[in-house]
Structures are given as structure tokens and as C-alpha cells.
């Protein structure tokens, strides 16, 4: 039988993709790889992974992101069983040191 995906309302990144240079620091620094570039503009690749805690706006030169509430999945807390400890905490560092993270 089909798994019924119910939605919940919660805090979400959202993008302004009129503020969006394409930089891709959010991409490398989200602990859970939930962003990508898409056209050159940040987008949110599932919003299952989107842990909504908002660490990827201190790195945003053009403060392009923002958390909103909205209706989303909730959250896949498996996905934090598909990232090393050491990577996690590589990416959570750059939220403090974004001048270090490279252009994708
Ligand atoms: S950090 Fe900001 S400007 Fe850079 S890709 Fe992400 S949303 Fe766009």
C-alpha cells in the first residue's frame, strides 16, 4: 500500500531568487545537502531534508535566504544516518567561516 505523505506546517528555507547571485556557499555548507544550483539560482532540492533550523542564511552574501512557516514534509531524520559526524561538523564550521567555502 502507498505511504500517504501528509504535509505539516513548519519553518522552512525559502530563496529570493531576485537576491540570488548564484554563489553556491549554501550549497557547500548545508549539513544536509538539501540545496542545489539550479540555472545559476539556489533551490531547494526536497524539502524532506530541509531540517528548517536556517544555518545556511549566515553564509548568503545577499541575504537571498530567509525561513518562513509553510506546508512541507516533515522532516526525514534517516537522512542524518547517510552523513559522516566529521563532514556534519566541516559544514556547520563554514556557517562561521563562509569566506572559506568554495564555488561549487
Ligand atoms: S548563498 Fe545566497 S547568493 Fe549564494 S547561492 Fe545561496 S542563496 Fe544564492
Redesign the pocket.
Known amino acids: 500500500m502507498a505511504k500517504i505523505k501528509t504535509k505539516i506546517k513548519r519553518m522552512m528555507i525559502a530563496?529570493d531568487t531576485e537576491?540570488?547571485?548564484?554563489?553556491?556557499?549554501?550549497?557547500n555548507s548545508c549539513p544536509t545537502n538539501a540545496?542545489e544550483?539550479v540555472d545559476g539560482?539556489?533551490h531547494l532540492k526536497d524539502e524532506k531534508i530541509c531540517d528548517g533550523f536556517g544555518s545556511?542564511i549566515a553564509?548568503?552574501?545577499?541575504n537571498?535566504?530567509y525561513i518562513e512557516e509553510r506546508d512541507a514534509e516533515p522532516f526525514d531524520w534517516s537522512i542524518l544516518n547517510t552523513i559522516s559526524f566529521e563532514d556534519f561538523l566541516d559544514k556547520l564550521s563554514k556557517h562561521y567561516r563562509p569566506e572559506e567555502i568554495k564555488q561549487p
Open positions: 530563496i537576491r540570488c547571485i548564484g554563489c553556491g556557499k549554501c550549497v540545496l544550483l539560482k539556489a545556511c553564509v548568503c552574501p545577499t537571498a535566504l
